[in-house]
């Protein structure tokens, strides 16, 4: 396969933008069933595998994914990961469905927002952290 999720790509630099309400999105990514070992994206040394990220020291903290309002997925990597993770309830799912991707080697394509309007109307619900993502989440 050539790329199993296609979507408005956007990135995300730290957990607490997407992931309110889990403490430890490191340890939560570690733990999943889909966790093919690969470090997961954190500004410690050592995140997604690096060191010395753009020659400051630390590691990558990036966390590249597809835009929930509106993608396209393979339906059997849906059912490789069996996804959605039952851990989940709302917030941070498109981020760590991106996560799970590359935990697994497979690729997202950025088809940019192709004239569809995502994230433009309030949150239905009860969405964690209010005011939280908006700032540190940019689309790409």
């Given at each position: ?76 990597v849906l059912r490789a990961l069996d996804w959605p993770d039952r851990r989940l309830i709302k917030m941070g799912d498109d981020v760590l469905l991106g996560e799970a991707i590359r935990q697994h080697g ?35």
């Open positions: 396969m050539d790329v199993e999720l296609w979507g408005h790509a956007a990135v995300c630099d730290h957990p607490n933008a997407f992931a309110p309400d889990i403490e430890d999105v490191e340890a939560y990514v570690r733990t999943a069933a889909w966790y093919r070992g690969l470090p997961p994206p954190s500004w410690r040394p050592g995140g997604k595998g690096e060191f010395d990220y753009e020659g400051k020291g630390t590691g990558d903290g990036r966390w590249f994914f597809v835009i929930g309002g509106c993608f396209l997925i393979r339906t059997c497979w690729r997202l394509r950025n088809t940019g927002s192709m004239g569809v309007a995502i994230d433009i109307q309030p949150r239905r619900g009860d969405n964690g952290c209010v005011g939280v993502g908006k700032k540190v989440l940019k689309a790409l």
